[in-house]
Structure formats: C-alpha cells, structure tokens
T-cell receptor, first 109, second 114 residues
Framework: GQNIDQPTEMTATEGAIVQINCTYQTSGFNGLFWYQQHAGEAPTFLSYNVLDGLEEKGRFSSFLSRSKGYSYLLLKELQMKDSASYLCAVEDSNYQLIWGAGTKLIIKP | IAGITQAPTSQILAAGRRMTLRCTQDMRHNAMYWYRQDLGLGLRLIHYSNTAGTTGKGEVPDGYSVSRANTDDFPLTLASAVPSQTSVYFC?????????????FGPGTRLTVL
C-alpha cells in the first residue's frame, strides 16, 4: 500500500528553527509537495521537490532524498503566524497526490 | 471571482437526502479534483477530471458522483447521504493532471450528515 508518515504534532518557540519530517512509500514518484493549512482554511502550496537536495525559499526550505523515501520542511525564524498544519504529499505513478495526515505546528512565544 | 469558490460553506443534511456541492474556478485550469479531509487522516481523493467532459475515480469514490460539463465547474453529488460522509470537502484545480502541477484549493464545504 501507499503510505505517507509525518509526526502528528510539534511545538516550537517563536524565533527558533523547526524541522518537520516526512517519509513515504508510494507506487512511483513524480515529486513531493509541502502545503500549509491554517485551521479552518484551505491548504496552500509551499514547496515542490523532484530531485534530491535542498530547495530554499525565504524562511522555508525543503529537502528530498529519493533513495531514502524521506523529506523534511525546515522553517527558520519562526513567527506566530506559522502556527498551522503542514501537509506532505507525493505524486504517484497515476499522477495522483497521496497525502500525509499533516503535522500540527504550535508556536509558543 | 478569483481562484476557486465552493458552495455551500457548510451544510447539515439528513441521512438519505441528495446533496450537490458546487465548485467553480476562473483560472482556466484543465484538471479539477474533489477531496475529503477527516481528522487524523490525509486528504483523500474522491474524483478528478483532467479536462472538460472526462472524469475519473480517486481513492474513495463510492457514494459520490461528479460531472464536468465545462472547464469552470465541477459539482460533486451525494446521491443518498450517509453519516460516514460527514467531512470537510475541498475542491482543487491545477493546470494539468499530474506533471507535478501545483494544486489550488477552494475554501471547503463542511458537511454534517445526521
């Protein structure tokens, strides 16, 4: 079966750095996405990785290792507005996104 | 309209009733999707369409039907609602199916079936 694993919840302090991990086992791999979802709102796109390595976009970076079936999202200089759920999703060989359950990130002052 | 709109925002429905969730996008995207999101589970794909006139089944299609008469609209119908269909429903669109295109989501419909 297909599976995406992420921690259910993480807590971090404002101004700090946090790393959210995602491991996957899917039928094929056409890329990995990270989305942000604030409570009661729609998911919004954060990043996309298809090749191994680190993609940096401002305070957010995303890393991929295809051989290990592993990705992480790195958030730097945390702000209170970063409190949200972070969803990892993999596009499989059928061109469908397989989604993790999401990691709820709580930021404390 | 900018992006994707969904209607209604929320709905309480008696079991056995028929319900259509509406979704409209103005980005001229070819591909559209319906997901359900339940607590503790990832988004699950119900149905999708890669272009007007064609639809396909996702991971959890039973009890749901869709149509794609034109590019902009992609309604989801529950023929006879059951309590297990209580969920938050998101419509999404992308330029193309697959090809790692970013999906853009509507604001969601919160459906409760009693």
């Amino acid at each position: 079966g297909q599976n995406i694993d992420q921690p259910t919840e993480m807590t971090a302090t404002e101004g700090a750095i946090v790393q959210i991990n995602c491991t996957y086992q899917t039928s094929g791999f056409n890329g990995l996405f990270w989305y942000q979802q604030h409570a009661g709102e729609a998911p919004t796109f954060l990043s996309y990785n298809v090749l191994d390595g680190l993609e940096e976009k401002g305070r957010f970076s995303s890393f991929l290792s295809r051989s290990k079936g592993y990705s992480y999202l790195l958030l730097k200089e945390l702000q209170m507005k970063d409190s949200a759920s972070y969803l990892c999703a993999v596009e499989d060989s059928n061109y469908q996104l397989i989604w993790g359950a999401g990691t709820k990130l709580i930021i404390k002052p | 309209i900018a992006g994707i709109t969904q209607a209604p925002t929320s709905q309480i429905l008696a079991a056995g009733r028929r319900m259509t969730l509406r979704c409209t996008q103005d980005m001229r995207h070819n591909a559209m999707y319906w997901y359900r999101q339940d607590l503790g589970l990832g988004l699950r794909l119900i149905h999708y369409s890669n272009t007007a006139g064609t639809t396909g089944k996702g991971e959890v299609p039973d009890g749901y039907s869709v149509s794609r008469a034109n590019t902009d609209d992609f309604p989801l119908t529950l023929a006879s609602a059951v309590p297990s269909q209580t969920s938050v429903y998101f419509c999404a669109s992308s330029d193309r199916l697959g090809s790692a295109d970013t999906q853009y989501f509507g604001p969601g419909t919160r459906l409760t079936v009693l």
